[in-house]
């Protein structure tokens, strides 16, 4: 079962959570309302590092932030098309502009496992932070935390790119989409709780956010993803997140992944079936849920590196 309830964790507290996984498949697959944005029988061209632009931003608030950015290949003259956010987690961190591509295999291992560029023609912004930053000023072995009142210099410039991305390339605003393994799964937590009804879905990865924000992403489609033995982030922190949207009459996603230990993200970003859930939702559209059966988890025992600092 793709939801793990772990030992201690009250069945009775998490079965709405499972009837409404269980009803997922059940309603419209993410493949029949895609539509133009997918390419279900695309072969394109592999991704690589060198498929992503390397831009450095400067804010006119202050400061400077290295990203990536991914073009649609053969744009269409007046079409408009999705724009993802991508949130790299602690090991993507650096100066090179290119870290937060290849950690967590990311690019081009678990894109081209997706055949990503092939079947989703959209703009992706991969921005970096320094070394020993983080996109959220919060520490990931906490059992709970309050958000900052304000964003930390690398959130607010990430967002400010993506403004101006919005307001330069074609891009449909109702198509605005963010995610993120660990570190950026706590950028993506705070990135919708920070921007409500901007984002018209979201994948958070091992990550946290704020309880008290629930009610904010009550109507917002996300999809949690966590490992049941996750020792650098604990799963606690997903399960109450959703827990938190659900108590405001909210309907997440959540796949816990059994036996699993920190690194779950290979299990979602080489998933077309939660590309195509993610390239399907539009903001003011009712959620489209997945194509199918949810994903069958792949077992895997403890972390294969120590805990992020």
């Known amino acids: ?55 450095e931003y400067e804010s006119p608030k202050g400061g400077k932030l290295l990203y990536r950015l991914l073009t649609p290949v053969a744009a269409e003259p007046g079409r408009k098309y ?15 502009n290119t870290r937060q591509l290849t950690d967590a295999d990311f690019c081009p291992k678990l894109l081209n496992k997706a055949n990503f560029l092939g079947r989703y023609p959209c703009y992706l912004i991969a921005p970096q932070v320094p070394h020993r930053k983080r996109w959220v000023e919060v520490h990931w072995g906490l059992r709970e ?15 400010e790119v993506v403004d101006a991305a919005l307001s330069q390339y074609p891009v449909d605003p109702n198509r605005v989409y963010v995610t993120g393994p660990s570190m950026g799964g706590f950028g993506t937590w705070d990135a919708i709780q920070r921007r409500p009804g901007f984002f018209a879905a979201a994948i958070p990865v091992c990550g946290g956010g704020d309880a008290a924000q629930a009610p904010k992403l009550a109507k ?17 922190r997903s399960r109450d997140m959703v827990a938190a949207i659900r108590a405001a009459g909210g309907k997440p996603l959540y796949t816990e992944a059994p036996n699993c230990g920190h690194r779950v993200w290979p299990q979602v970003y080489g998933s ?38």
Request: net charge positive; hydrophobic share 45%; glycine share 8%.
């Open 1 to 55: 079962m793709a939801v793990h309830i772990a030992s201690g964790v009250s069945a009775v507290q998490f079965a709405p959570l499972l009837l409404a996984v269980a009803a997922a498949t059940a309603v419209t697959p993410a493949a029949a309302e895609v539509g133009e944005s997918v390419m279900p029988s695309a072969k394109g061209p592999k991704i690589a590092v060198k498929s992503f632009k390397a831009i």
């Open 82 to 96: 999705p724009l993802v956010l991508y949130l790299h987690g602690a090991g993507g961190r650096g100066s090179d």
């Open 145 to 159: 935390h309050t958000m900052p009142a304000d964003p930390n210099e690398h959130m607010r410039m990430a967002l």
């Open 220 to 236: 917002m489609p996300i999809w949690v993803w966590h490992g049941d033995s996750d020792r650098s982030v604990p799963t606690s």
């Open 272 to 309: 077309a079936q939660v590309w195509d859930w993610l390239f399907a939702q539009r903001l003011g559209k009712p959620e489209v849920k997945p194509t199918g059966d949810l994903p069958k988890v792949t077992t895997r025992t403890g972390d294969p590196r120590p805990a992020e600092k």
